[in-house]
């Protein structure tokens, strides 16, 4: 692996993972964003890749591990800001967003040989992870984003373009409250899990009041 690449938001309350609130107030939100991000920094850190980068909006803070590349987003829609982290690529090179706390470094290491894109699927109809053995932006372009259909128009985009497409298991993304119990379950010792019981905590408090 060449690349592996992260898109992120800094962790900002207001600014990230707004349909979580409520059940949790902005603050918590954006507390369960960092750990969220952290998670998958670490995921990517303990990947083999000869560069790893974050394409971010915002600042970087103490939730960035060493040896990452950090550039800022492009202006554009969603489409346009991946297709540009693509840009930056000279050879083979994985992108991955911020929502899969639960991502491990073994679906990461993947191996382009005998394919030629990476797909994976996000249980939203979106999804989580794309990998291009060479990277094209007009690949992402132009493709509906933050829609039921997203991850099945990316990947026709794929297949139309004469790419042999090897898929990775289906994740789920967090962006409600269900999705947080239910990925904080499927990783009980990440950062996320440990951030949501103390945010489910203080709901609780909040609601007893």
Request: hydrophobic share 45%; aromatic share 4%; charged share 20%.
């Given at each position: 692996?060449?690349?592996?690449?992260?898109?992120?938001?800094?962790?900002?309350?207001?600014?990230?993972?707004?349909?979580?609130?409520?059940?949790?107030?902005?603050?918590?939100?954006?507390?369960?964003?960092e750990a969220?991000?952290?998670?998958?920094?670490?995921?990517?850190?303990?990947?083999?890749?000869?560069?790893?980068?974050?394409?971010?909006?915002?600042?970087?803070?103490?939730?960035?591990?060493?040896?990452?590349?950090?550039?800022?987003?492009?202006?554009?829609?969603?489409?346009?800001?991946?297709?540009?982290?693509?840009?930056?690529?000279?050879?083979?090179?994985?992108?991955i967003g911020?929502?899969?706390?639960?991502?491990?470094?073994?679906?990461?290491?993947?191996?382009?040989?005998?394919?030629?894109?990476?797909?994976?699927?996000?249980?939203?109809?979106?999804?989580?992870?794309?990998?291009?053995?060479?990277?094209?932006?007009?690949?992402?372009?132009?493709?509906?984003?933050?829609?039921?259909?997203?991850?099945?128009?990316?990947?026709?985009?794929?297949?139309?373009?004469?790419?042999?497409?090897?898929?990775?298991?289906?994740?789920?993304?967090v962006d409600?409250?269900?999705?947080?119990?239910?990925?904080?379950?499927?990783?009980?010792?990440?950062?996320?899990?440990?951030?949501?019981?103390?945010?489910?905590?203080?709901?609780?408090?909040?609601?007893?009041?």
């Amino acid at each position: 692996m060449s690349t592996l690449l992260v898109i992120a938001k800094e962790p900002r309350p207001g600014r990230v993972k707004t349909r979580l609130t409520p059940p949790f107030t902005p603050h918590e939100a954006a507390a369960l964003a960092e750990a969220s991000l952290a998670d998958t920094l670490r995921a990517v850190a303990a990947t083999p890749a000869r560069r790893r980068v974050l394409v971010l909006a915002g600042a970087p803070g103490p939730w960035l591990p060493p040896g990452f590349d950090v550039v800022p987003q492009c202006a554009g829609g969603l489409d346009a800001r991946l297709a540009d982290a693509f840009a930056r690529c000279a050879g083979p090179a994985l992108l991955i967003g911020m929502d899969t706390p639960q991502v491990t470094p073994e679906l990461l290491d993947v191996d382009f040989a005998g394919c030629d894109a990476y797909f994976g699927p996000a249980e939203d109809g979106g999804f989580w992870a794309l990998g291009l053995a060479r990277p094209d932006p007009a690949l992402l372009r132009g493709v509906p984003m933050s829609t039921p259909v997203t991850g099945a128009a990316q990947r026709e985009r794929l297949l139309a373009a004469g790419l042999r497409v090897r898929d990775l298991p289906s994740l789920r993304d967090v962006d409600t409250a269900a999705d947080a119990r239910a990925v904080a379950a499927l990783a009980p010792h990440s950062r996320f899990a440990a951030r949501l019981a103390e945010c489910t905590t203080g709901a609780d408090t909040r609601v007893g009041r």
